[in-house]
């Protein structure tokens, strides 16, 4: 009997948390700028979230603590994710993208390419020949070092 009230409180109290903390920073949003609405929403999440941490180590509840946990991280990443969101806006693809970057030849030893890895932050390297694309060596991710 106990749990179905634990459930209930939770159910009513996390709902709203979750889904209406982060709808606030929506609708404060309106009335001035979204990041700082969205700071203010994940602020009420994470401090729910902190109160039903301490009210489930007090009676002692661990699903209470956990559902403490998911909400405060959703709400910190919520948070988070608004301040990318703000700070990347308005930048240009053109800004961002890699506009100098090294190829190689198929005859090319592949100490030319860990040299190149090493001494930049390009991963990945076409392979030309003749003008042309013929290959692409994606080093990002494969144990042989893109060969096959």
């Keep these: 009997m106990r749990w179905r009230w634990i459930a209930a409180c939770v159910g009513v109290l996390v709902g709203p948390a979750v889904a209406g903390a982060w709808g606030d920073g929506a609708l404060l949003a309106f ?18 979230a902190l109160l039903f941490g301490l009210v489930g180590l007090l009676l002692p509840s661990p699903l209470l603590i956990f559902v403490a946990l998911f909400v405060w991280i959703g709400a910190a990443q ?15 693809v053109g800004r961002a993208m890699v506009r100098q970057f090294r190829s190689v030849a198929p005859e090319d030893p592949l100490s030319v390419v860990v040299a190149a890895m ?9 392979v030309v020949e003749g003008g042309r694309v013929v290959g692409m060596l994606d080093t990002g991710g494969s144990d042989t070092a893109g060969c096959s």
């Design 31 to 48: 009335g001035g700028d979204y990041l700082q609405a969205t700071r203010v929403a994940a602020g009420i999440g994470q401090g729910i």
């Design 118 to 126: 090493l001494g930049g932050f390009q991963q990945d390297f076409p």
């Design 78 to 92: 919520e948070g988070g994710a608004a301040a990318v969101r703000a700070a990347l806006g308005g930048v240009p």
